[in-house]
């Protein structure tokens, strides 16, 4: 019988093969992945680090009356206990971020089932499925970078977390961490810009609007897009009504209640910002960037709140109007028909409210004319407003092109899609129907310091017209001549000497040799002559060449070297030029050298910052009062003040005498009216104003110290004072009044012409009578 032939092993043997191949590459792979995970477990941040979590806290800057005028900060947050917040509010955001947060171990498997089908209906991504646990790892614990390693991560550190923090553990770092735009990361610090309220203030409404932000912070902020930030409250109170921790009633009622909006004013605003930055280069050389900006310092400063917003106002009221002497300089730009939806975007989205706000100043668009009226239809963001003639008479006969392009001659004419700045005279209230007035940025520049002379404190200071535009703090950093502002430090200087305001100097015409073979002869601002006149006279209507002559009395070495008693620290040149001012100096500088007139001879060192303390209240930095130290005698100190009481009441710097108290002040104008200047006091405060152009040129027209800068000094010391009482300037016992003859010097008697009580330093009085 034959037998069968063996059936073939072949088939058997590959069959094998493929087999071991799969388990070999299993083994591979199950060994790769372990040690892929091994990898990424050594490599994870530990979880216990949280329980010491102490996250970046916001430093506090305080005005001199504890009311809070600037804070340093990487990202503003302020932490708030979880037993400090509405239970409702942690309710609404466990409702629309996690609804099975206080049941699941960190991952949420029947959400991502949820989010996966979802998705998978919609054919794009629509849900996403990371519980709060997750949230907090991601923002905490990891990088940013979007990988598929990182979700392994997330995952793996969600559930260590829940194995090592309470629920309430978890949600304290969440509720404080998270961002929720406007600036604002955690729930206080979102409650304040939203609402201007603390957490626990917040109502239903509020709540379920916070709670809605996590999201999409921008698409539903309240102050941007209130509609939609609607919609999305109405999704969360629905999601909380749904969950049982409010009832379909409560939903209902907090859907209509309306919505205040009332965001907390910005402390580090514009009107501070010279000031916050001086302190913020000194505190950060001092203390380090950790400890300034999430350390939690508070910083307790010199600063006047109410006189810090004043000297802002000031300023730029100041600057527009000097700048507005110089005419309009035509519009910015000219936009083609296709480029103005665009530009207008733009502008809008840097409006950071619902209408424009009355008095402020926007970028706007010329886009039509209405020829009967002759009125511009100007567009600002989403909005139109009309431009009148009447808002635009500074500028001038303005020409209306009704076309689109540059106009062919010159560049003053308004076409369409002319750029131009708008102020507000009358806000929008449905985003048209604005009333707008004709603005423009000045060139100008300025800077205003305000001391208190008998603490040294700086109760004000402001550097320039828009720090967002240049942080070059001019106050502090611009070093300008100083013009007639720096005569009564010659004055004084000279009383010292055994002058008198009653000396008689002659102005008439001198000349010195220059020191390259020629002859310098010194000016007067008006090219007079006014003959023989006492030193008062000279100060009060700054005769030049009366002011050389005296330096040339008593010494410009020791004049310099007097300067320097009252604090100068910019080099002083000892030589005749000294008279007009000719020292380079800064703002500051100048300041506060007046104060030791104002502060009968004694010279305070100024500062800012009066305490420094850290989050426990540790006290890190403190200014304590100094031993004054006279620099200068009491009696020179009032003498120097009263005659510069004469400039004011009768002289170059009458535009102070706007503020009904005893004034003392100076102004000065460099040649060409290049720098104006008014420095000027009463016994509290003494304040000084500098007007000109970072690129030296002329101020024309009304440039001088009297035009340009005693208004601006005018205009913040009417509001500086009103919280500081009425004082007189005393008279130091060493000084003495008697009658003179104001043309001759000498004494009068009661009753003849021209005879003035004067004052003098006892023992210079003059001897015989006229």
């Known amino acids: 019988m034959d037998r069968k032939a063996p059936a073939s092993s072949g088939g058997n043997g590959f069959l094998s093969s493929l087999l071991l191949f799969a388990v070999t590459l299993g083994v591979v792979a199950f060994l790769g992945i372990s040690g892929y995970l091994f990898y990424l477990l050594a490599r994870l941040p530990r979880i216990d680090r949280l329980a010491d979590y102490k996250p970046p806290i916001v430093s506090q800057v305080f005005g001199d009356d504890g009311v809070l005028v600037g804070e340093f900060y990487l990202e503003r947050r302020i932490v708030v206990p979880v037993n400090k917040m509405p239970r409702k509010l942690i309710q609404a955001f466990v409702s629309a971020e996690d609804a099975n947060f206080y049941s699941h171990k960190g991952i949420d498997y029947f959400g991502i089932l949820r989010a996966a089908l979802k998705n998978v209906i919609s054919m794009r991504k629509k849900e996403g499925a990371s519980t709060i646990t997750q949230q907090v790892t991601k923002s905490m614990l990891l990088t940013p970078e979007k990988k598929f390693s990182r979700k392994i991560k997330e995952a793996i550190l969600a559930k260590r977390m829940e194995e090592k923090l309470s629920k309430d553990e978890i949600l304290y770092l969440y509720l404080n ?3 929720l735009g406007a600036g604002s990361y955690g729930v206080q ?7 201007g309220k603390n957490v626990d203030q917040l109502n239903l409404g509020e709540i379920a609007m916070l709670a809605g932000l996590p999201k999409a912070p921008n698409t539903y902020s309240p102050i941007k897009h209130l509609d939609k930030a609607r919609e999305r409250q109405s999704y969360v109170l629905e999601r909380m009504a749904k969950e049982g921790y409010i009832t379909p009633a409560e939903a209902d009622h907090a ?14 605003n514009n009107q ?3 000031y916050l930055e001086y302190l913020r280069i000194q505190l950060e050389e001092k203390f380090g960037e950790d400890l300034l900006y999430k350390g939690g310092l508070k910083i307790y400063t010199t600063m006047n709140a109410d006189m810090q917003r004043a000297a802002y106002d000031s300023l730029r009221r100041g600057l527009k109007e000097v700048d507005k002497r110089q005419g309009f300089r035509g519009p910015s730009r000219f936009l083609k028909d296709t480029e103005v939806d665009a530009f207008c975007t733009k502008v809008e989205d840097n409006i950071d409210s619902a209408t424009l706000k009355n008095g402020e100043t926007y970028q706007g668009v010329v886009v039509g004319f209405n020829p009967a009226k002759g009125d511009a239809i100007v567009r600002v963001g989403d909005r139109n407003g009309v431009l009148s003639r009447k808002n635009m008479s500074w500028a001038g006969k303005v020409g209306m092109i009704n076309s689109y392009g540059k106009p062919e001659k010159g560049n003053k004419s308004l076409t369409l899609g002319s750029v131009i700045e708008v102020s507000v005279v009358s806000p929008d209230i449905e985003k048209e129907g604005a009333q707008f007035a004709l603005d423009q940025t000045p060139d100008v520049q300025a800077a205003l310091v305000s001391i208190d002379p008998r603490t040294g404190g700086v109760k004000a200071m402001v550097g320039g017209y828009d720090f967002r535009k240049s942080q070059f703090n001019r106050a502090i950093q611009a070093k300008r001549n100083a013009g007639s502002a720096f005569k009564p430090i010659i004055y004084a200087a000279a009383l010292d000497k055994g002058l008198t305001p009653a000396t008689i100097i002659e102005d ?19 090219n007079a002559f006014r003959g023989p006149v006492t030193m008062r006279e000279a100060l009060t209507h700054s005769v030049n060449i009366v002011s050389v ?3 040339e009395q008593i010494g410009a070495q020791y004049a310099s070297d007097y300067a320097k008693r009252l604090g100068f620290v910019s080099p002083i040149p000892a030589n005749l030029a000294l008279a007009l001012g000719a020292a380079t100096i800064s703002p500051f500088e100048l300041t506060a050298a007046y104060t030791v007139f104002a502060n009968k001879g004694v010279l305070t060192s100024t500062n800012f910052i009066n305490r420094v303390t850290d989050i426990d209240g540790v006290v890190l930095q403190e200014t304590l009062p100094t031993v004054p130290v006279p620099v200068i005698p009491p009696e020179t100190a009032y003498v120097i003040t009263n005659l510069m009481q004469s400039v004011v009441s009768s002289g170059t710097g009458h535009r102070a005498s706007v503020i009904g108290r005893p004034v003392a002040g100076k102004t000065g104008t460099t040649n060409e009216a290049k720098d104006a200047w008014f420095i000027g ?9 500098w007007v000109g152009y970072d690129q030296e040129r002329s101020l024309g027209a009304g440039g001088s110290g009297g035009q340009a800068a005693a208004p601006i000094w005018g205009d913040f010391m009417q509001a500086a004072v009103l919280s500081l009482p009425r004082e007189d300037f005393e008279a130091p016992e060493n000084v003495s009044f008697v009658l003179i003859n104001q043309r001759s010097g000498k ?9 003035v009580m004067e004052c003098f330093i006892r023992g210079t009085e003059p001897s015989s009578y006229d």
């Open 272 to 274: 501070s910002a010279y």
């Open 508 to 526: 008439s015409e001198v000349g010195y040799p220059d020191g390259a073979g020629g002859t310098w002869t010194p000016k007067n601002y008006d």
């Open 681 to 689: 006091y009463i016994p509290q405060l003494v304040t000084g104003v």
């Open 255 to 268: 859907k209509k209640m309306p919505i205040i909006l009332n965001p907390l004013k910005k402390v580090n």
């Open 189 to 195: 610090a979102a409650s304040e810009a939203y609402f």
């Open 747 to 755: 004494l009068a008697r009661e009753g003849s012409p021209g005879a």
């Open 177 to 179: 961490q998270i961002y």
């Open 549 to 551: 002559k005296i330096l």
